[in-house]
């Protein structure tokens, strides 16, 4: 027999194990993304197809480069924590595990890919 | 005594029960576009990619993006951006505990959809 309460085992935790970090990361986020999301979209916006000296150009420098990393990386992060919580909702065991993996593994390729290619174009 | 196996969890229902009303719909249209929009990443992310690698790739993968399949992808993706952008707000507001009242929460799911067709159409002109 075990001599932990059921309210011992729930306290401070709550349905995600983790209490309130999970929706206070998406908090935060939401707010940092909301800063810097719509100098992001003219910037990226413009960008495109606007030929490759240009592109080039408009991405190495340091503004464009910046907003356009902490875009990548906020974003993906924010992604990686909204996408696992679609998968919590709706899968169990191991289809849940393998789902949660995939989304970290993808986040974090995405985000190490576009931060090399931006530190090749900008330094 | 609490039984030592905690019972296994429920799984969210299945949307399909529920009568579609304005305010779950947005809700659900909330999550569908942020999780839809890792297509546009990976774009984004192919496109730096090539960039940086020779003005050769570069233009076939911008090529690509600006396509008219292309423009559609990424025209529905800055669509997608700012619903999930207003419905984000929407929700840090709802978080604070205000606007929960139905007619206001009806009200803020019009404005979201209505605010981000707007806001598309005028990052397109910007553009």
Redo the contacts between chains.
């Keep these: ?2 001599f ?3 309210r011992k ?1 729930a306290e401070g935790r709550g ?1 995600s194990h983790t209490g309130t970090q999970h ?1 206070w990361y998406m ?1 935060v986020s ?2 940092g ?2 800063l810097i ?1 719509p100098t992001f ?2 910037i ?3 960008a ?2 606007s030929g ?1 000296e240009n ?2 150009a408009t ?1 190495g420098h340091p503004v464009p480069a910046i907003v ?1 990393g902490l875009v ?1 990386l906020v ?2 992060q924010h ?1 990686r924590r ?2 696992q919580i ?1 998968i919590e ?4 065991k191991s289809t849940r595990k393998v789902l949660i993996m995939s989304v970290i593994v ?1 986040s974090y390729g ?1 985000t190490a ?2 931060l ?3 530190a ?2 900008a330094l | ?2 039984s ?1 196996t ?1 019972r ?2 429920p ?2 229902p299945h949307l399909t029960i529920y009568r579609p009303q304005l305010t779950s719909m947005t809700s659900i249209l909330t ?1 569908i576009t ?2 839809a ?2 297509v546009g ?2 774009l ?2 192919w ?3 090539a ?2 690698t020779s ?1 050769e790739y ?2 076939f993968v ?1 090529g690509l ?2 396509s008219w399949l292309g423009d559609l992808v ?1 025209t529905l993706s ?1 669509w997608a ?1 700012w619903y999930h ?1 207003l419905a ?2 929407r ?2 507001y709802f ?1 604070s505990g205000h606007g929960l009242d139905i007619p206001t929460a009806e009200k803020l799911g019009w404005a979201c959809i209505i605010g981000s067709v707007v806001l598309t159409v005028l ?1 397109l002109i ?2």
């Design positions: 027999m075990r932990l309460t059921d085992r349905a929706h908090q939401a707010f993304l909301a999301v979209l003219v990226f916006g413009r495109l197809g490759y592109a080039f991405m356009t990548l974003g993906m992604f909204g996408a679609l909702d709706y899968t169990r993808l995405l890919t576009g090399f290619a931006l090749k174009i | 005594m609490a030592p905690p296994e969890r799984l969210s999550r942020g999780n929009l890792i990443a990976f984004m992310v496109w730096l990619g960039l940086a003005p570069f233009a911008d993006i600006t990424m800055l951006v952008y984000g707000l929700h840090l978080d990052t910007i553009l």
